[in-house]
């Protein structure tokens, strides 16, 4: 058994080939659907309790901010009232003192007295009275301030806060604003302590010092080393008591509040034992636990709150100083699973003031995509903020100025206007450069084209809508024209609601349409605009008032609402100009119309407070630098973040389901997929039957017996296969009949060839010659004559076409050459006339022969010969070591009749001396193509016949052939057919 048919028995055959693709493909598609259902189901779980979270996420955080501002207005409130009695005492020194003569009773007296003689004098009273620097928040203004908290906690059902609470809560806020007022000062001090050690120092480490002196700084030194101790110690128990008490008063607060938290919750659908919220502040502590408004909550991720990985998840949000990379409004959720149970987490940051936050987060993202669009205008903002400086350094300069006096306040203050208005006209500088480099203008056009177009549309619907609604009332008022279709009273009236119907949708649609006009909360491009431009009077108005209340809704608001955006915008104009005008330190200025400041919260800072943060914001520019993320919108947004929420979702019940779900399917896809793979195998078996019986017929062929025939399989691609392997026989039969016809042919016609080179000459001469046809007989030809005059005839030609019918014509012209040399014609010319007389003659107009006739005169070593459209032979000038290219040319034989025929042909001479080669070829030589295409060509050939030049005939044309051998790649020396484009012939005739 050979190799072949023990492979046959080992390898699968088609029919377990086609099994198992089939197997494989049903797998493939099953497993495929499985997955595909099983992300769907999955998808579709992480969206409906992801939709179930955003309006509790949305309140929680409000609730957050919410508590946040009611902490920090309480422990305010008690702050003013400490410091307001600092304020006062600080303030003092900016008070007048006015001189005025006594008045009253007492000043009468005395009046009387000196109009009747009486030595006596009315006496100065001096009063100190306030001025502008001398006021700050009054208890009446801190008064209004806790009335108005006061009124923001109220109980579940409505009902003010009662006193008894109230007091505990204000109780807690006062210890909590001492110890942070007690940590404050220890601060101040101790920068100050270490200003004064400083000098000291440099005081003591002087060389002229007396005993005295140094005796003195010593003691001081200790003194105030002790001071610094103690202050340290100051600083440490005021910040443990201000933690301290914030933390219970955030307990408390959460506890007043918890009753209305949970019904509110409760009401916008969060599904407690699925979902549990923390809310942190940035520091670690818990500022609120949803697990403990909701008994079904507390447990929800119990096991999971003491993983150590969850543990250190949740501390690296608050080791972490830089929170740039918490700027994201969603993030990839962990996945735990923690004692069979299925837990996703997700971190999300909570910043105090939204309008701030919101706005820097879509400056930071335009930022973090690295487009360098707005990059003029944060260079220009650069410049502004650096012009600003000096201007800003003038006003702090007047400002002192005008307290040391105490006189006029800054308003009134002419070098205070000048200032202000300068300072004025470069934030509009400023404003204007960006309207002026503003990138996108484009596409405020193109939304504006966009919404007309819409607009158009919607407006000619409208019409379009009701020209039918006319035309359908006019068929109710005036009979049918003739021809026209007849409808009946009710199809016309239910056409008329219908369409009635679709014009009221239009209607709605044009109003909605009119009220997105100016709606920019899908518009990125407005909305990064109004970022850029209002981020720093955002954050003016977040440092100088409390709001009533937070959240992302009053931004929302504002990109939805024109009206609000300009209502917005108007009070940030007024209020910038009422800082600059500096008239009054806590009256606000009433405004235009129902607009109020009182919207915006309560009022927290002085005007000279207000005045240099927005100093402060002013001169620090938008991005100062991109590489180190350095500017206003960074430091805006590390310092508002508030905290973090840490969302738990349990997902158990929901994967056990898709798992199960999943379980299911698969169950069912194994016995789809076992059942498939059976039908594939019967039904291969019966294709595979008429395949086997094809293959075991070529097998026959394989051995050699072309006498098999192939049964008809029908009309699908076997009996196709079927019937095109009989042609194949058949082909294959008449092929090797030609084939030994063609076997016959070689023979004959290597027979017409010269068997042996003539000897006579080669005292003389060498000869050497080379012929490969293309296919076993082909049309090229070359002879070699011995005449009885010594001479020796050599000729070469080549029949157009190749194969058996060239060979003919070849063979037929060989013997028609001889036969006129044996006449003894020896006239070249008068040759090839009556040879190319013949072939016109005899051949069809499509064959042609290129031939070549020279003699060798042994006595004269010279060459005549004549060219009938045969390639230039070459020759080698041994005495110069050079290659010729000798002239030749004419029309080929059997193109055209003699008379002109014999015009374009000439006989030439050539002599020959000791080592001259006369080498001729056939085109197929300079022809012959390689692998890639490219020819052999003249140059090959000359070249190699230089190389070759002082060898021996026989080694010129090996060589030659060798050479062509390497570039064709085939072995064109040995016998056989070969796959050249043409036959090839070459001789050689090197003088001795």
Known sequence: MNQKKILRIIVPGIRTKLSFFTAILVISILSITSSLHYDQQKKALEDKLESELKTPLEYINSVV???????????????????????????????????????????????????IGLNVRRGNVYRSVDTYFSRYLSEKEIDDFETKVRTELR?????????????????????????????????????????????????????????????????EKLKLNKEQKLNQRFIAEGEKKFLYYETLLTKALQNFFRGSYKDHITSIGLAPDKIRIFAYDKLGKETLDTGLLFPESSGTGKKLLNQAEFIKSKKSLFVDKDNLHYLRDEYN?????????????????VFRNPNTAGRAKQIIDLLNREETSFDLFFEEDQKISEELAGVVNKLKTRVTELKKEGKVKPGADPTYRSLANEYAKIIKKRESKFLELLPNKDSFERRKNYWNEEHTNLVNQKKQIANEIKDWELKLKSPPKEGEKVFTLEEIQEKIRNLEFVLEENNDLIQRHLQSKNDWSNFSEAKLNDAILEIRSAALEDFAFVPFKTGSSALFRYYKDNSERENQNYKSKQFREWILAGNSETDLPKLKGKISFSDTGILVRSRT??????????????????????????????????????????????????????????????IIAVVGILLAYVLAWLFVRKIKIISKKTEEIEKGNLNVSFPKAGYDEIGILSESLNDMVHGLKEREEMKGELVAAEEIQKRLLPNKLPTSLEDKIELAAFYKAMAGVGGDYYDFIELNDGKLVF????????????????ALFRA???????????????????????????????????????????????????????????????????????????????????????????????VMDVGDIFFQYTDGLDEARSLDGSFFGKPKIAKQLLM???ENANEVIAKMVGELEIHTKQKLSQPGMSTLSDDIAMIAIRKK
């Open 65 to 115: 901010l919410d508590l946040e501002n009611l902490n920090r207005s309480l422990v305010m409130i008690e702050e003013f009232k400490v410091r307001v009695k600092e304020k006062q005492k600080e303030l003092k020194q900016f008070k007048r003192t006015i001189v005025s003569k006594e008045t009253g009773f007492l000043g009468t007296l005395k009046d009387f007295g000196k109009s």
């Open 155 to 219: 109980k579940e059902t409505g009902a003010p806060i009662d006193p008894k609470t109230y007091e505990y809560l204000r109780g807690l806020a006062e210890k909590t604003a001492l110890g942070r007022i007690t940590a404050e000062r220890a601060k101040i001090r101790l920068s100050e302590i270490d200003a004064e050690l400083k000098s000291i120092e440099d005081e003591l480490a002087a060389n002229d010092i007396d005993t005295k002196k140094k005796n003195a700084f010593t003691n």
């Open 333 to 349: 959720p962990i996945n735990y699973e923690v004692g069979g149970r299925q837990y996703e987490v997700v971190f999300r940051p």
């Open 609 to 670: 407070e207000v005045e240099e943060m927005m100093w402060a914001l002013d001169l620090s520019p938008i991005v100062s630098s991109k590489e180190k993320k350095s500017g206003l919108v960074y430091d805006l947004l590390q310092k508002d973040l508030l905290g973090f929420n840490i969302i738990i979702l349990d997902r158990t019940e929901g994967y056990r389901q898709i798992k199960k779900n999943r379980e299911e399917q698969i169950r069912y896809a194994s």
């Open 795 to 810: 000729c070469i030609g080549d029949v157009s076409n190749h194969g058996v019918g060239p060979a003919i014509v070849m």
């Open 816 to 910: 028609q050459i001889r036969s006129i040399f044996r006449r003894g014609e020896r006239n070249l010319k008068k040759i090839l006339l009556e040879a190319n007389a013949s072939l016109y003659e005899d051949t069809p107009d499509h064959i042609f022969v290129t031939f070549f006739l020279g003699v060798f005169d042994p006595e004269k070593s010279t060459v005549e010969y004549i060219s009938a459209g045969h390639v230039k032979p070459m020759f080698y000038d041994a005495s110069s070591n050079k290659i010729h290219e000798l002239p030749a040319g004419g029309l080929p034989l059997g193109m055209d009749e003699n008379s002109f025929f014999e015009t374009t042909i000439e006989r030439k001479a050539i």
């Open 948 to 950: 070759s030049g002082k």
